[in-house]
């Protein structure tokens, strides 16, 4: 294990080499919003496009970067919040924002992530674009909201981790894209209420257990 | 290496084409690509055979690929030594064409000058075709032998000197092989530009670093621009030579399995390609110690299903995979870590199909060619508002003004030039200030257009850029694979934007939100698709802002196309008493006959379909377009 120096808003961080920049700033108590990143990943998904800090003056994605010895880092540049915030809006746009009956209420990752960024929950320039189906309720265990989810694919990761393969998979694609079952659900073949890795994941309670 | 394999091969090949040159009958060639077909081609091909067989004339009738000429086709050459004529070059050969010249030209040997479009070669009978200018100021490289040769005959292809280079390169070191593509300065031909011997040299450097690595070699033919056909062409016309490239660039990188990722709704292009490789193999120019040397390669096809994304290449490795096909993060990129975890080159069929020609004339010759920072030719699919589109290959450098104007023959009906496209949805729209613009990667770029691949949209006066931007985000947005934030959802706004512009329904801060919402796209995507998608938008809000403007404030469409902000009405100083040429063609009954026995059109009822503008006599040319719509003059009933 090399250990580097690096600098995050004018701060010495000392780091293991080849760390996720990601994972050093939010070890280091600098919060850098993410949805789609997970300790631990050997490949990043690098699909939320929140994460994104300024590195020799352009953005990147810090779940991408492994860190380097001298690495000159700002989380907080105004072009760094500006694709933050247009993120955050973006995903709001295709959001049901109803948190009064939503379960994922007060511990919901987008409320905590439009907080810190200062983004009001209905942006109004943008048009909402929902999806025709509120609840798919195909899986024998689970519920899914498509107008909840944000397509982080945490879900899938950790289903593929723990079974060594994923029960579930992005579906459609583009605007229309969502999280699938594999179609008609053999219970012989599902963990069923035993496993629920991708109900406790979920930052915003897309994926619940049937009531 | 043991030469005589392919000298005996070649020997073979110069006495089948010795036989058939020397044949004493008429010969008959015939464009049979899909574009030929889809024209009318394989009706053609029929005639000739029924009516030969009826008069009983002896003749050979000889199926080549395309020649590009999309215009003119079905296309047919006839060599008919006996008449004394030159070989004739005929266009637009339908099946009564075909059949009339049988009988004419075969039999009696009268080429009918009437539809002869020119001679093939230099002659004092015919003027010959490479006196105009879409064949003069051409240069052909990649396209060379396309149209002139039958893609399902690898012998067609051995004798016009195929696989010779090939032979000549297994004699070279692989690094030298590298050299030579490195110095030629060829540059990736998939739109990117970046340089082929460079990545063939990454390539080969983490197999020598890495031990028991098998390296893929992937052939991209993932065409997928709206516009584009000339991978497909280049597929169907002559598909040894990709092959050939793609055995060269096998050899020099050290790998032992290739494949070409073809789209399977070109079904053509997979059935020749694969057909190619049989052949080859059966030749021992592909398999086990090809040409007795120690050098293995095999090489398959693999239809992708048709996702735009796909051609982008981490993509296309997922795809191949059999996972969703859908980007992820680079680096490591394929050169390092690709398919299966390999080190993939992935390269363009125009790419691979020009390392052949390299290595057989050098790198510096394909230097002579082009620019200094863009050697060689680019290849075109000129297709929109031009008198003839088709498949263009030109030097790199040539002006868009020639390109367009000199050897697309210009705008038709006398039309002014408004806008060309390149780069499809990942380029832009350049006004008629760029058309001195040198076409190179780094000029376009600088415009703010692309490279691409090779789509070339020309757009006349009646067009809408606006129209145009909604056509190409629809396009995207739909082609997006859902994984990243902002081209999911961001090219979805861009697409409502526009959609609302085009219906009159834009609001003053939308052309600066569709600028915002662009920068964010481009900066904030994950991959090529996401980052590019907004340049549509960008371009032409940089260059026709104007017209964004008269869309949303004015409520007009400049160019006279978005059906909500136009109107048709009848010029009644035009119109021809009691013609009632358009009643019959409106759908919805929109069109009356007023008092004085001339037509007008009810506004309420007219959807704007635009076909009475088509069945209007052009004598009388009496239906007009107007916008904003309240402008068309009110006609009364009685």
Redesign the interface.
């Known amino acids: 294990m090399k250990l580097v120096n690096l600098s995050i808003n004018d701060k010495e961080i000392q780091a293991e080499e080849g760390m996720p920049l990601l994972q050093v700033c939010l070890d280091n108590d600098i919060y850098v919003p993410n949805l789609c990143y997970l300790e631990g990943m050997e490949e990043p998904h690098a699909s939320c496009r929140l994460c994104f800090v300024e590195i020799e003056g352009r953005p990147v994605a810090s779940c991408t970067v492994k860190v380097r010895d001298a690495l000159v880092v700002r989380t907080d540049t105004e072009q760094v919040r500006r694709l933050q915030r247009t993120a955050l809006q973006f995903l709001l746009s295709t959001h049901h924002v109803n948190c009064k009956e939503c379960p994922a209420n007060k511990k919901c990752e987008l409320q905590r992530i439009a907080k810190f960024l200062k983004v009001g929950l209905k942006p109004k320039h943008l048009e909402q674009h929902l999806k025709d189906i509120e609840t798919d309720d195909s899986h024998p265990v689970l519920n899914y909201y498509p107008n909840r989810c944000v397509l982080c694919g945490k879900c899938i990761y950790v289903c593929r981790k723990k079974h060594g393969h994923a029960l579930l998979t992005f579906a459609k694609r583009g605007i229309h894209t969502v999280i699938s079952f594999y179609g008609k659900e053999d219970m012989e073949r599902l963990p069923g209420k035993e496993c629920l890795a991708c109900v406790k994941i979920c930052p915003v309670s897309a994926i619940t257990l049937k009531a | 290496m043991r030469e005589e394999l392919f000298d005996a091969i070649r020997k073979e090949a110069e006495r089948r084409r010795n036989e058939f040159t020397e044949a004493p009958v008429p010969k008959i060639h015939i464009g049979m690509a899909t574009c030929g077909i889809a024209s009318g081609a394989m009706e053609t091909k029929y005639a000739f055979e029924q009516t030969l067989a009826e008069r009983n004339i002896e003749a050979r009738i000889h199926t080549v690929g395309c020649v590009g000429h999309c215009y003119a086709e079905p296309v047919v050459v006839i060599d008919h030594p006996e008449s004394g004529f030159p070989p004739v070059f005929y266009h637009e050969v339908t099946a009564g064409k075909a059949r009339m010249l049988t009988k004419l030209f075969l039999e009696e040997g009268d080429p009918r000058f009437e539809h002869v479009y020119g001679a093939t070669v230099e002659n004092e009978l015919i003027p010959s075709v490479m006196e105009f200018p879409r064949f003069s100021q051409e240069k052909r490289v990649v396209m060379e032998k396309c149209g002139h040769i039958d893609p399902e005959d690898i012998y067609d292809y051995i004798a016009d000197d195929g696989y010779s280079t090939l032979v000549k390169s297994l004699r070279m070191l692989p690094d030298e092989v590298i050299r030579e593509v490195r110095d030629s300065g060829l540059r990736g031909r998939g739109g990117a530009g970046f340089p082929t011997g460079r990545k063939w040299e990454l390539v080969r450097k983490s197999v020598s670093s890495k031990n028991s690595v098998s390296p893929i070699v992937i052939c991209n033919a993932d065409e997928g621009d709206p516009g584009a056909y000339m991978d497909r062409t280049l597929l169907e016309s002559n598909p040894h030579q990709i092959l050939e490239g793609m055995i060269l660039c096998a050899y020099a990188t050290g790998a032992h399995k290739g494949m070409v990722y073809v789209r399977a709704e070109y079904p053509l292009a997979v059935k020749l390609v694969t057909k190619a490789i049989q052949q080859a193999k059966e030749l021992g120019l592909l398999g086990k110690g090809i040409l007795g040397t120690d050098f293995d390669l095999d090489i398959d096809v693999f239809q992708g299903s048709g ?1 735009f994304v796909c051609g982008e290449e981490t993509a296309l490795i997922e795809s191949v995979e059999g996972k ?1 096909g ?1 980007p ?2 680079r680096p490591p990129y394929p050169v390092e870590k690709g398919l299966q975890g390999e080190p993939t080159v992935i390269n363009n069929v125009k790419t691979l199909a020009s390392v052949p020609p390299i290595l057989k004339n050098g790198a510096a010759w394909y230097r002579g060619i082009g620019t200094k920072e863009s050697p060689g030719t680019a290849i075109f699919s000129v297709v929109g508002d031009v008198i003839h589109p088709g498949l263009v290959e030109i030097p790199m450098g040539v002006s868009l003004r020639t390109l367009i104007f000199d050897i697309c023959g210009g705008i038709p009906d006398k039309k002014a030039f408004k806008s060309v496209q390149i780069g499809g949805p990942s380029g832009g729209c350049l006004p008629a200030d760029f058309l001195d613009t040198p076409i190179d990667f780094d000029s376009l770029t600088e415009a703010g257009a692309m490279m691409g691949s090779g789509g070339m949209v020309v757009m006349d006066e009646d067009t809408c850029v606006v129209d145009v931007s909604r056509y190409f985000l629809d396009f995207t ?10 081209c ?6 861009l697409l ?1 934007i526009l959609e609302r512009m085009t219906k009159g329904e834009g609001r003053e ?1 939308d052309p600066e ?1 569709l600028e915002l ?1 662009s920068e ?1 796209i481009r ?4 991959c090529g698709l996401g980052k590019t998608a907004p340049n549509p938008v960008l371009t032409s809000l940089r260059y026709f802002r104007d017209e964004y403007e008269a869309h949303v404030s004015e409520k007009r469409c400049p160019g006279r196309i978005c059906r909500p902000l136009t109107a048709f009405y009848i010029d009644l100083e035009k119109c021809a008493r009691g013609c009632d040429a358009c009643v019959g063609c409106c759908p919805v009954d929109a069109i009356f006959t007023t008092s004085t026995r001339k037509k007008g059109i009810d506004q309420v009822l007219c959807v704007k379909c635009g076909e009475c503008v088509v069945a209007c006599p052009p004598q009388y040319d009496a239906v007009k377009r107007v916008s904003p719509p309240n402008l068309a003059p009110i006609v009364e009933k009685k």
């Not at chain 2, 082609?479 to 902002?486: D, V």
């Open positions: 996702a969703r859908m992820r993060y947005q739909n082609e997006s694979c859902g994984k990243c934030t902002f999911r959802i961001g090219t979805r706004h409502s801060e939100q919402l964010d900066n904030g995507s994950l």
